[in-house]
């Protein structure tokens, strides 16, 4: 039978939880019938309804399960959580989830929650309502609470009963960083009591629930008893929790010690007031700024994947040559074969394929949840050559990451446009050279296509798809399909000198040089860019980036723009004096391991002679953030994320927290713009160009939209 949620005028019943009655006498509630099982209001109410019937007809037992192998839910609406802004709508619907899985917790027969694919947030704290979880070992399975990576707090009992079951120490560790496990990670913490087979999945929890068999009890060490169950314990994960938190958010994030405080209460008090706290912090986070940028930049991260939408089917099971085995096209190759695809690596050099081959060896051996024996059969996906492959006929995809140089990408890639099919997509990893001019020599220019990764790839989330003058449509699906599979996000850029991270980055690097110029210390300079919120300041990210790489596309950048872009030379000067930055063991910093510390012959390097300063913080921080916001603005209006609109500043914010690091809590950069107020902003710039010069000139976009009152949306 359905159980309907609420009628909505002519449009009908607007969730499909089911119930029905096994043979051995156990009651099954499946969560739907769609593909994504969202648990919005309508589905919650039928939920309640359905938990009602059972309750009345006294089953052996109850089995709760998704839609299909590849889902269970995903946990609330976040569409609902982005419209409230009264706290104590926020507060109102935990209690409403609340009571509901209290129900569940209470029935007097078993409970097994039968879990394949995602069950999240809402959906894991369901199934924590539940005696017994068994989780399937199906690819899509995973379970957690990633709550605070929306900014708010497990609110519908994940706080308290998380602990009770794994103990607080795991507990929080799930619950104060958001994470979201696979099915071998959640058996080893406890979330679960068994991992099996997807096909076995029903009739092992029809088992369970019927009470033929018992399930695998979840065990909590001695230690995790003590530092659970008694007061002294409690405090002192608490304390550790605490200080860990603040060292992993800055304390920008109010969410994790939110949810942290819930729990201890819940433990220290009992449950009905750990389940009162818990709902009122659920009301006081979803209405803080940093949950709105949070769901805001969930919701960009959605809109990215739609880029490639129309060619997933393109992608599955794909053949793809990466040419030039150094740091990125190993990278490439790496992460394309984790993800499925096969590879053709190709080099001049053996000693480059082998260290390659070592680069994805490493990689590999970070993804702890993969077996030794699903590490060998993804590495086997790669293949490398110095030569040609019998399989290149096959490949659809082909990208290049050799030297930067226009005329060697140029052969390259007309070598290989010769060997592959005709429609496949050649692609290039350029940092700096025009994606037209290299499409220029080929045949169907229209498939050559930009695909800058950053470095490092397999850790960096975002590829800017750059389109030629010639790239089709169709190229730029493939390739936002293919980005979007790799786990990475695409934004579509244009071909210009920079394209977009690199171009704002640029004069934001520069004013960072100036203030070092001016005598302020790059230790204070770096630290007034993080007390913003950014992961690591100016100097840093330069070392990390190598600052011989930094000095190339600091040419490049005046190259393409002009004086506007000259910076200080100091990247080039300390590359001089054989600095290059973290991989040469110092640059701007001194590296000891991968701790920095002050260099102290910095400013004789540099050639700095002016005195020492120290410029106010905000002052430093409203400079760097102006020259990014400056040029962000100008990219908009130049249609370098595509023609002016909303949906291309939505590109701009997500490429600069993806490529950069801007802070996911402010919401992406020209966002953080209009919550500060562009009349304000305008203001800062005019104060800025009196004081410093003409670089901080309000961009003309800036001044007409304050003056016709309009945003960048
Ligand atoms: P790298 O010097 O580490 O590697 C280049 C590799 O290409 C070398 O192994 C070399 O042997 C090989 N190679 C050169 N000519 C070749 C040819 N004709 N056929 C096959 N292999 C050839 O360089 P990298 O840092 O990996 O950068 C590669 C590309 O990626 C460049 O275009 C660069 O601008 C771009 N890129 C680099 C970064 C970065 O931070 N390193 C970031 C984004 C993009």
Known sequence: MQVQGSETGSKGPKSSVSLEYLPSGVALISLGSEPVVVLDFDRLSAFKDAISQVKQKSPKGLVITGSSTEMFTVGADIHAIKNVTDPKVGEDLAKLGQAIFGEVEDLPFPTVAAISGPCVGGGCELALACNVRLISSDDSSRIGLPEVKLGIVPGFGGTQRLPRLIGLPKALDIIAAGKVLRPKQAIRRGLVNEVLPAEKLLARADEIASGKSTAAPVKIGFFDKLLTNTSYGRSFVAKKARAQIKKQTNGFYPAPPAALEAAILGLEKGLKIGLEREAQELGKMIVTPESKSLVRMFFLTESAKAIGKSARSAVKDFHSVVI????????????????????????????????????????????????????????????????????????????????????????????????????????????????????????????????????????????????????????????????????????????????????????????????????????????????????????????????????????????????????????????????????????????????????????????????????????????????????????????VAGAPSPEAADQIDLGLVMGMGFPPFRGGLLHYAEQRGLKDVLEGFKVAADKFGPRFNPPKGLEERVRTGKGFR
Do not use: W
């Open 324 to 639: 030039g085995a150094g740091t990125m096209g190993a990278g490439i190759a790496s992460v394309i074969a984790r993800y499925g695809g096969q590879v053709i690596l190709k080099d001049t050099k053996d000693t480059a394929l082998e260290r390659a081959k070592g680069q994805a060896t490493k990689y590999l051996e970070k993804l702890r949840f993969l077996s030794e024996s699903e590490r060998s059969f993804i590495l086997n996906r790669i293949e490398t050559t110095t030569g040609s492959s019998s399989n290149i006929g096959n490949t659809g995809f082909v990208i290049e990451a050799v030297f930067e140089d226009l005329e060697v990408k140029k052969k390259v890639l007309g070598e290989m446009a010769r060997m592959v099919q005709q429609d496949a997509i050649i692609a290039t990893n350029t940092s700096s050279l025009s994606v037209t001019k290299i499409a220029e020599s080929l045949d169907n220019p229209e498939r050559v296509v930009g695909m800058h990764f950053f470095n490092p790839v397999e850790k960096m989330p975002l590829v800017e798809i750059v389109r030629g003058e010639k790239t089709s449509d169709r190229t730029i699906a493939v390739v936002g399909a293919l980005t979007s599979m790799l786990g990475k996000y695409p934004i579509v850029v244009a071909d210009v000198p920079g394209f977009l991270v690199n171009r704002v980055l640029t004069p934001y690097l520069n004013e960072a040089g100036r203030l070092l110029a001016e005598g302020n210390s790059v230790e204070v300079i770096d630290a007034a860019a993080t007390s913003f919120g950014l992961p690591m300041g100016p100097f840093r990210v330069l070392d990390e980036v190598g600052l011989d790489v930094a000095t190339h596309v600091a040419q490049i950048m005046i190259d393409g723009y002009g004086d506007r872009m000259a910076s200080q030379g100091f990247t080039k000067k300390l590359v001089a004096a054989g600095r290059k930055g973290k991989k040469s063991g110092g640059g701007f910093y001194d590296f000891d391991g991968k701790e920095a510390k002050p260099f102290p012959e910095l400013r004789s390097t540099l050639g700095i002679v002016v005195p020492h300063m120290r410029a106010p913080k905000d002052e430093i921080i409203d400079r760097l953030i102006f020259a990014l916001l400056g040029e962000a603005i100008l990219c908009l209006d130049e249609g």
